[in-house]
């Protein structure tokens, strides 16, 4: 498999350690009334559909870029990649 | 039989080879099965199940039966076809599955007995009683049935791996794919053919067949030249595209050395990662065999394998062949054994109205319903309207039509379709991305389609790429046409072989039919058919046609048969390459390595470090004492461990502070510059995760460690925070572990050693208390820095300088401390001082320990928010009453046994009442007993009871006072002198 890395191109997945769903950016706020609920969700719900799925890879022997990666899952084919620190950063978060 | 004329061998040399102890000899060119027929060697292995007498059936990589043994010592190599294999000089064949010899086999007894040997025979018959399955029957099966002998030694071969990018992979060699690498070479695309054979050509090597009037080899070796001129193509002979995977990557064995007598150094076999933007599968197409009553006979084979070893290899089974066929095809080879001077005893043809294609007597409308021969093929039996009569012939071939090479298309879900013109499954619609089949494997037979259909698909995929490239040239070539009839096997009662490999008959397909097993997934599992090493590519259309017929539905209502990765068998040493024994993983050596070599250390794996674990002096005959003299000196004196191995992450920016309280469960944005704190971190579910110190170097600057096995570990998580969780703040991480040699210096004596190095700096207690660190230079100028903590709880440093230096500090240190007593200690040492101390590690920070559990739950800020604090006040982890404490047998000379579990003194041993485990334990040389920490239920309401540790793999059992967890100055005043 080849991702296609924001900044160095094309690189073979190799490279890379896999995470999962890309919701675990998405961290709970613990100063909310349910965190602990939230919590629990967070740590140890995930999605895993077959189809199209946000995940997170880290491209650990290369530049350590965490990347959230859009991927067929049935297919496998990469529909593209993004730098993950873009994700929080390019929405408004609440509680923050 | 011996050599015909012509064929493309090099007959000015001789090459001398054995099969099964017996000399023969052959010329460059041959291959080990083209060899041994021109020796008229017929008989060359026994079957699978059977042991029946079996010959050479096919010409190719497809071969079911002449499986063999080569080469001997560690280089034995079982199952190997000898089809494909290069002949050489001084080669060693061995048949297999045969004993005591291959013309008498014992186990051939097993033919006699086949009645009782049909299809689910070991579902039905080895089913009771129960246990004996594992014990008797499976060993004796295997020992019965199987294929070669390994060597059970080591591989001594070197094996390789590499990385290919191109624009087109062209995967074949024959006339389409010569055709689609010209066309994308000469456009300038970057292009790889690949192609199994030792010789480019495919089928073209096998035919008579002209190109632009001249013989097909004149053109092939222009093209060679001219690839040879151009820059942008690199011709891969000997080498197998065995499977396609995601995103154009196949994958590739190349057969490096395997044609040598000795590899000589020479890398064996290099597997090959091909990124390819698109690919054309021009794999050519296998012919597969009719079915009938004994035609698993040597002699009888491919029709168009014995055209092949007679075009190409100048050899031939018998002086007289009869052709049993149910297409054109086979008529050719009738057409050019006769011109090679082969007698022709009849063609048999299975379609009434077929012709004869030259000087030969045709039976059409025949059907050939059984064979003589024991050990090799006498006369067959021919049926034609009614009548019947046998037919003297040393070997028969047989055509039943050709299955194109569709198999690297399924890899990726291309399901073929069925062709009925063809009689053929071609490749569907979809199937791997960037993959266009052209030639034979697309079902274009004869040699002007196949070149035709090369050029245009290279022209597609050029197209797709944006590279023009115009259609070269073709020569002109053979435009026959080919028609086949539905003919796959011969009905009869005696058994007609489908699966040679396997032992497979049409007799098993019906059973299975009988008894339900109609789907082509149950079938194959049922009958085993198509699951030998060659992957059913001579029986699996077969086999489904025989089900077709069984079942009245057609054949692809029967379903389809598709191929998974390997094409062919793939040796397991060329997937590892070089990462066998000490390359299996990066070993990694602490800068003082090679010193610690030298003064007699013993050597531990930690993940991939090699740490001292002890150092062993004259005199010494036991470990223990070596770790005991090493534990005492640092308690009594000055101890030197390498202590490199150790996390270290440089941690930069204006909200340091901020983003390490947020990891760390304990406060750690108040750190003051200078000083050096302890730190937990807990995983998101609440356990404690990892510890380590973090020393805060300037404002903006800390330096914090983690366990040595964690160490990448922490570093991911703490890129995932600092990337995905908070972007927002200023902070940049880097890891320096390999970057600074750390030694820790531990003992009352060690501030008068590092005296004698720092240069003029103020290491008085008041200076720089126990958990300061700063940075400063030692040894006349070298940049160090110095952090006051303690894992063995004395008067303790550790000392940094870049790693280069490391070695020069140590022997540095030792040379200066030799009158202080100063001591390397080892990691079994560090385990006992930690220990005797109550210092949590690895074996209680397992991921199961919470916060609490080590006596750090005070830690656990709830003052602010950090990874892992909400989940640990979770009523789960905050209800875990287990707490760490010190264990200490009651007799003495007790042992204390780390994993035992604890039990109260007079509770059962069962899973309700056990209390906790012990995580680690030693013998103290402090204490004088062994000890152990363990956690236990209310542990430290407990101090003074007396429990019982229970070791029931060793069935022993020991009464242990609980203490607490330190064994060693207890206040900390030593740290703190």
């Given at each position: 498999m080849l991702i296609p890395h924001p900044l160095l191109g094309p690189r073979d997945a190799q490279e890379f350690t896999y995470l999962g769903d890309a919701r675990l950016i998405d961290r709970p706020d613990s100063s909310a009334p349910d965190a602990e609920a939230a919590f629990c969700d967070y740590v140890f719900l995930r999605d895993n559909p077959a189809g199209v799925h946000r995940e997170l890879w880290f491209h650990e022997q290369g530049d350590r870029s965490w990347l959230v990666v859009t991927r067929d899952t049935v297919t496998h084919e990469v529909l593209g990649a993004e730098l993950a620190r873009n994700v929080p950063l390019s929405r408004t978060r609440c509680g923050k | 039989m011996t050599r015909l004329a012509g064929g493309l061998i090099d007959r000015s040399r001789t090459l001398n080879f054995s099969f099964d102890g017996k000399r023969y000899q052959g010329h460059p060119g041959d291959t080990l099965a083209s060899a041994l027929l021109a020796n008229g060697v017929r008989l060359v292995g026994r079957s699978f199940k059977y042991h029946r007498p079996r010959g050479v059936l096919s010409a190719g990589s497809e071969e079911p039966n002449a499986i063999v043994e080569l080469r001997s010592g560690a280089r034995q190599e079982p199952n190997t076809r000898a089809t494909v294999v290069e002949l050489f000089e001084g080669l060693q064949a061995r048949s297999q599955n045969r004993w005591p010899s291959l013309g008498f086999d014992a186990l051939a007894i097993n033919d006699l007995l086949s009645p009782f040997l049909t299809a689910g025979f070991y579902y039905k018959t080895f089913m009771w009683p129960k246990g004996f399955w594992e014990k008797l029957y499976e060993p004796a099966i295997r020992r019965a049935a199987g294929l070669g002998r390994l060597s059970m030694q080591a591989d001594p071969d070197i094996y390789d791996k590499g990385f290919l990018h191109c624009d087109l992979l062209v995967i074949g060699g024959g006339a389409a794919g010569l055709a689609a690498a010209l066309t994308a070479a000469r456009g300038g695309a970057r292009v790889i053919l690949a192609d199994e054979d030792f010789r480019l050509g495919g089928q073209l090597l096998s035919e008579t067949g002209t190109l632009d009037g001249g013989q097909a080899t004149n053109w092939i070796s222009a093209l060679e030249a001219e690839f040879e001129s151009l820059p942008n193509i690199r011709v891969m002979r000997r080498t197998t595209v065995f499977g396609v995977y995601d995103h154009g990557i196949y994958g590739a064995v190349e057969s490096?050395?395997?044609?040598?007598?000795?590899?000589n150094g020479c890398v064996r076999q290099t597997l090959w990662r091909i990124t390819a933007k698109r690919a054309i599968l021009a794999a050519g197409a296998t012919e597969r065999p009719i079915a009938f009553a004994d035609n698993d006979r040597p002699g009888i084979m491919l029709a168009g394998a014995m055209r092949a070893y007679a075009n190409r290899w100048a050899a031939c089974p018998s002086e007289t062949v009869a052709v049993f066929t149910n297409n054109d095809d086979g008529h050719h080879t009738a057409r050019d054994l006769a011109a090679k001077g082969v007698q022709i005893a009849a063609v048999i043809d299975a379609r009434p109205e077929a012709k004869a294609r030259g000087d030969y007597r045709l039976i059409a409308g025949g059907m050939v319903t059984g064979s003589r021969g024991r050990l090799g093929l006498k006369s067959i039996k021919v049926q034609e309207n009614g009548r019947s009569e046998w037919i003297e012939c040393g070997a028969l071939g047989v055509s039943g039509g050709w299955n194109p090479n569709v198999h690297l298309f399924s890899h990726h879900r291309g399901r073929p379709v069925w062709n009925e013109p063809l009689q053929a499954f071609l490749p569907g619609e979809e199937g791997a991305l960037g993959l266009i089949p052209a030639g034979a494997a697309a079902g274009h037979f004869s040699t002007a389609d196949a070149l035709r259909s090369g050029a245009q698909a290279a022209q597609r995929a050029m197209d797709e790429l944006g590279i023009a490239a115009s259609l070269p040239d073709l020569p002109r070539a053979e435009e026959a046409d080919y028609t086949v009839a539905h003919v796959f096997h011969v009905p009869g009662k005696k058994r007609a072989w489908v699966d040679f490999q396997n032992d497979v008959t049409v007799k098993d397909i019906k059973l299975a039919h009988a008894e339900n097993m109609g789907p082509v997934e149950h079938l194959k599992r049922y009958t085993t058919l198509g699951m030998a090493t060659d992957q059913g590519k001579t029986s699996n259309v077969t086999g489904l046609a025989v089900m077709a017929e069984l079942t009245g539905r057609s054949i692809p209502e029967t379903g389809t048969t598709i191929f998974r990765p390997p094409y062919t068998p793939v040796t397991l040493s060329v997937l590892g390459g070089g990462d066998v024994g000490r390359h299996f993983r990066p070993r990694r050596l602490t800068p003082t390595h090679h010193w610690a070599k030298a003064q007699g250390a013993v050597f531990v794996e930690v993940g991939q470090w090699m740490r001292a674990q002890y150092f062993a002096r004259a005199g010494e005959t036991h470990w223990r004492q070596s770790v005991d003299r090493e534990a005492r000196a640092v308690r009594g004196a000055v101890g030197l461990c390498d202590v490199t191995t150790l996390g270290k992450i440089d941690v930069q920016g204006a909200d340091v502070g901020e983003f390490l309280n947020r990891l760390y469960c304990n406060m750690m944005a108040t750190l003051k510059v200078g000083r050096v704190r302890y730190g937990l971190m807990l995983r998101e579910d609440g356990f404690a995760y990892d510890d380590g110190t973090c020393a805060r170097l300037a404002e903006d600057h800390c330096v914090v460690t983690t366990t040595t096995a964690n160490a990448g570990l922490v570093y991911r998580n703490m890129e995932f925070a600092r990337q995905c969780l908070w972007p927002e703040l200023d902070v940049q991480l880097i890891s320096t572990t390999d970057a600074w040699a750390q030694i820790a210096v531990a003992g009352p004596k060690s501030r008068a050693l590092l005296a004698r190095i720092v240069d003029g700096f103020d290491l008085s207690n008041e200076a720089f208390p126990f958990m300061a660190c700063a940075e400063l230079t030692v040894c006349d100028g070298l940049r160090a820095r110095l952090f006051r903590i303690s894992f063995s709880g004395e008067l303790a440093y550790e000392v940094a300088v870049p790693a280069r230096y490391g070695h020069a500090l140590i022997e540095r240190l030792m040379e200066l401390g030799a009158d202080l007593g100063a001591t390397p200690y080892g990691t079994e040492a560090l385990g006992v001082l930690r220990i005797e101390k109550g210092h949590a590690a690895g074996p209680e920070l397992n991921g199961q320990a919470t916060a609490a559990m080590v006596g750090l739950g005070s830690m656990v800020s709830q003052k602010k928010d950090s990874v892992g604090a909400v989940m640990s006040r979770r009523e789960g982890l905050a209800g875990d009453r287990r707490r760490l404490v010190g264990l200490r047998a009651v007799d003495p000379a007790g042992k204390v046994v780390s994993g035992s579990h604890l039990f109260a003194e007079d509770a059962p041993r069962k899973f309700d009442t056990d209390q906790g485990w012990i995580t680690s334990a030693c013998y103290s040389p402090h204490v004088g007993s062994m000890i152990g920490l363990g956690f236990l239920e209310n542990g430290d309401e407990r101090l003074g009871e007396v429990i019982v540790a229970a070791n029931p793999l060793e069935g022993e059992s020991a009464r242990l006072r609980v203490v607490p967890?330190?064994?060693?100055d207890p206040e900390g005043a030593r740290l703190r002198e």
């Open positions: - | 490096v050395s395997d044609h040598f007598p000795e590899a967890a330190h064994f060693v």
